[in-house]
């Protein structure tokens, strides 16, 4: 906005209070012109209705005389010499018509009326439009705007059929009316001054015009293009408040209508200039008056402003006085309003000012004195502290910074970050060049705050640094960034020991899992090959081999390897101990044996130096295994590139290589315990068939006995108790059988989808009928398992038998079976005697008496029917438990999971769960 003095705004401002009434006049002016045109177009409505109503009366009457005349018999005659003077008699009495003519169908006259125009020659009308209009429709015709012939003048005329008794057109009859005669009547027809009346034919042709009553041809077609013109004969009136005057050229207001049944147009119109003449003249007056009104305001104005910017311009000079620092000044004023008060405000202010000044005075020497305070701090601490401009210059740094850069003072800080981003070798902490956006000071500028941003330097001494940096804009009062702030501290120290803390967590994690891998195989190959895999990761080598000491013999035997090619392998594959091998040097030696570059060693085993150099290895480390104080391997580690091992590296070396050692010591006693248990799986196998057969034969003889052979009392007992023992001998027997075909390494189970419930009932029914111990079973819906139906039978069998033998004589047995979450569960409860707490751990051994003998209820009957069911269960993924108390009886329980592929079908249970379980006794 430009500068202006106030004078001159007070004179603008006086202007802008006129200027509301200037835009006031103005839309006075408007709504004058608006309700004036408005009023001069309603006016001229009317008159054009009022014209056109008088125009279309005249017309009908003229069709009205035309029918009368039709229809008198004289007329009908057609005789010429009586027509023209009954027509002349008649145009006497008629003076509003221009002539009257009689025509035969042929278009010829046959009677004239005209008292000024003679009748001779005879007219013809047989080519005019209406003649062949009114002939072919029988009907009156009011005809357009014509040049007529007698007289020679622009009229219209009236044309009516004559009939005959059939109704017949026989000729007719032409009413003729001159247009100059019909402007005359309207000539003073409500007009106003400047307005005209004009009547137009459906072709837009004038048949006249007030404002000019001697139309030319050409004139009389001005309206022929008009384009309201086939709108008002529509039937819509038009009323135009600015439009050009085809036939004046001049800007016009007008209105227009059509007469009633009759398709003419009627126009009352007028010049816009002479009809709005006194509005404008008003408006010029007003515009003299209110030019009057600015000149005299304008002169009160200058007075005014001059007087009231004195003042003003005096606080001005005191202004600009106490920004220059002369707080002494004062200003005075006497105006007695608003600008005394101002005045006396201003010299309150400079008094403000000037103890404000004092007191500013006194915390400039306040602030100082922090400052100083304050660099003293920055300069003591520990951290570096960089500060950079926002044109990318580093500016200040502290004590630590300069010491961290290599810099004795500040004089040669004044550099851009691009340089010390060169000169320092600035990455980031994975050793990646750093760009200018990523260093710390121009993220600083940008406006990013962050923390515990790592990078790395190279000092000018060479060494490379690793620091943490944080960082944040120092922005101004306004949130303008004026300085990038970074604070670095080295971590190099912190980052090594880190790393070493990391690697010796590493090296346990690799010894626990090393540990857990060798702990989980028993096989002599599966451990090789784990010890050998995991040695590659945990003693980071690239290739490693495993050979192991022939018992007896002083050789060396290559188990698995990884990482040597096919040849190394082959060619190493038998190693004596006196080979010239660093592997055969530590089994010969018993000592560990390390290389750390082939190529530089003295004197190098020759077979290990063409082996490393083929394969291209340079630092070998061979361990020797021992187990219980012998050597049972070497193991072998070669790198690609020279290393120099620590006495902790090797120390680790030396570990690893033990429990690789425990490891296969323990895979050589489990294949000394696995061929002892082949050997005892051997010899009960044999044992069993062996007693089969003379068990068998006892049994049959002893039955055989005592249903044919009649001998005594004490004889009969004898061989029921043959028969007894031979019995239960048969059950061990096949138990026997049972634990070696359930023996750990043999195929065990058929699994299939199997009814739980079916089973039990199934084993109950059988029982049922061999004891007289009632049996309840309680089930409910179908429980199906994927289970071995024969072994399961076995289960709940071994189960019942064992209830049977412990309860008293018509002791109950429950039996239950049912289902909880997603396994299934069947007890066995009986009544007994139950079973002492101390021997409830081992009633699920083979051959162990759950009772001790001479206690109650002892039945003196060992067996393995419970150690059977327990290895069945185990091996379905089930389990089996007992639940006893002592004189209360016991309950065998076992639970397997359920199939979830199936799941049990509630129709197929008798009562399903609506009924709820169903217990009945067997």
């Not at 600009?320 to 200003?331: D, F, N, T, Y």
């Not at 751990?841 to 009957?861: K, N």
Request: aromatic share 4%.
């Amino acid at each position: 906005m430009p500068r202006l003095p106030i004078h001159r705004k007070l004179l603008l401002a006086f202007a802008a209070v006129l200027l509301p009434v200037l835009v006031l006049l103005c839309a006075d002016f408007v709504l004058n012109l608006r309700r004036t045109q408005q009023a001069l177009l309603n006016a001229q409505g009317l008159t054009a209705q009022a014209v056109a109503v008088q125009v279309a009366d005249s017309l009908d009457a003229a069709v009205e005389l035309g029918w009368a005349l039709a229809n008198d018999p004289l007329v009908r005659t057609l005789d010429t010499p009586v027509l023209d003077g009954h027509l002349q008699r008649l145009a006497r009495h008629l003076p509003r018509y221009d002539a009257i003519g009689v025509y035969d169908a042929s278009g010829l006259n046959r009677g004239w009326g005209d008292l000024d125009v003679p009748s001779e020659p005879r007219l013809r009308i047989d080519d005019r439009p209406y003649f062949q209009q009114v002939m072919a429709t029988n009907a009156p015709v009011v005809s357009e705007v014509l040049l007529l012939r007698r007289p020679l003048s622009a009229g219209m005329i009236v044309s009516v059929p004559i009939r005959d008794a059939h109704g017949q057109a026989i000729g007719v009859v032409n009413v003729v009316m001159q247009t100059e005669q019909m402007a005359q009547r309207y000539q003073t027809a409500w007009l106003q001054s400047g307005q005209d009346i004009m009547l137009m034919d459906s072709r837009g042709r004038l048949a006249f015009h007030t404002g000019y009553p001697h139309l030319s041809t050409e004139q009389s077609l001005a309206f022929a293009s008009w384009k309201p013109l086939q709108e008002v004969l529509a039937g819509v009136p038009v009323s135009l408040d600015r439009f050009v005057h085809p036939l004046t050229q001049e800007l016009s207001l007008g209105a227009f209508v059509s007469t009633p049944r009759h398709p003419w147009v009627v126009g009352v119109a007028s010049s816009r200039d002479s009809a709005l003449a006194s509005l404008y003249a008003g408006l010029r007056t007003k515009l003299l008056a209110f030019g009057g009104i600015l000149l005299l305001s304008g002169c009160i104005a200058v007075g005014l402003s001059r007087l009231h910017s004195r003042p003003v311009r005096r606080l001005q000079i005191l202004a600009h006085a106490l920004g220059k620092g002369a707080l002494e000044q004062r200003v005075r004023i006497r105006t007695g309003d608003e600008l005394e008060d101002l005045g006396m405000a201003f010299n309150q202010m400079a008094e403000q000012m000037a103890q404000r000044q004092r007191e500013v005075d006194a915390l400039r020497a306040e602030a100082e004195h922090h400052a100083s305070q304050l660099r003293a701090i920055i300069a003591s601490v520990p951290d570096a502290i960089f500060l950079a401009s926002p044109g990318g210059v580093l500016c200040d740094a502290n004590l630590a910074g300069l010491r961290l850069l290599g810099i004795e003072g500040d004089s040669s800080l004044d550099l851009p970050l691009t340089e010390y981003l060169r000169r320092y070798h600035l990455r980031r902490s994975d050793g990646h060049p750093m760009t200018l956006a990523e260093l710390p000071l121009y993220r600083a500028l940008s406006g990013e705050t962050f923390t515990d941003v790592e990078m790395r330097m190279v000092d000018l001494s060479g060494e490379e640094r690793l620091l943490s940096v944080n960082g944040a804009p120092v922005k101004d009062a306004s949130g303008k960034i004026i300085l990038g702030e970074t604070v670095i501290h080295d971590i190099t120290g912190r980052k090594k020991d880190e790393e070493e803390r990391s690697r010796l967590l590493d090296r346990e994690r690799a010894l626990a899992r090393i540990g857990q891998a060798l702990v989980r195989e028993v096989e002599l190959e599966r451990i090789a090959h784990v010890a050998s895999e995991q040695s590659l990761h945990a003693l980071g080598t690239d290739a490693v081999g495993l050979w192991l000491v022939r018992p007896g013999q002083r050789q060396l035997t290559l188990l698995v390897s990884h990482g040597l090619s096919k040849a190394v392998r082959e060619r190493c594959r038998e190693l004596s101990f006196e080979a010239p091998s660093l592997t055969a040097q530590a089994a010969r030696e018993e000592k560990l044996q390390v290389i750390e570059d082939i190529l530089v060693e003295k004197d190098p085993p020759s077979l290990s130096h063409s082996m490393a150099t083929g394969e291209g290895f340079r630092s070998l480390v061979s361990v020797p295994l021992h187990s219980r104080g012998h050597l049972v391997g070497v193991m072998t580690c070669f790198t690609n590139t020279p290393r120099t091992f620590s006495s902790r590296e090797l120390e680790f070396h030396t570990t690893v290589g033990q429990l690789f050692a425990v490891a296969i010591e323990k895979a050589r006693l489990f294949q000394e315990v696995r061929e002892a248990l082949r050997l005892r799986e051997e010899f009960m196998t044999a044992a069993a068939h062996e007693l089969r057969t003379p068990v068998t034969t006892i049994q049959t003889w002893a039955d055989i006995l005592s249903r044919m052979e009649e001998g005594s009392m004490r004889q009969q007992k004898g061989l029921a108790a043959i028969a007894r023992s031979t019995r239960r001998l048969a059950r061990l027997v096949e138990h026997l059988f049972t634990a070696v075909w359930m023996a750990p390494g043999l195929p065990k189970l058929e699994r299939d989808r199997l009814d739980l419930k079916a089973l039990v009932t199934e084993r109950v029914k059988s029982l049922s009928r061999t004891t007289e111990n009632p049996i309840y079973l309680e089930t409910g819906e179908p429980t199906i398992v994927d289970a071995d139906h024969q072994r399961m039978g076995e289960v709940v069998a071994h189960l019942l038998e064992n209830a049977i033998r412990y309860s008293p004589p018509s002791g109950p047995i429950e039996v239950r079976l049912s289902c909880e979450g997603n396994r299934a569960l069947v007890s066995v409860s009986d009544h007994g005697p139950g079973i002492p707490p101390d021997r409830q751990p081992h009633v699920f051994e083979p051959l162990y008496e759950p009772l001790p003998s001479g206690a109650p209820g002892y039945v003196g009957v060992v067996g393995m029917g419970l150690h059977l069911s327990w290895q069945i269960i185990e091996a379905h993924g089930g389990h089996i438990w007992l639940e006893s108390v002592p004189g209360e009886g016991s309950t065998f329980c076992f639970s397997l999971p359920l199939e979830r592929e199936d799941p049990p079908s509630t129709s197929a249970c008798e009562g399903g769960l609506k009924s709820g379980p169903h217990c009945r006794t067997l």
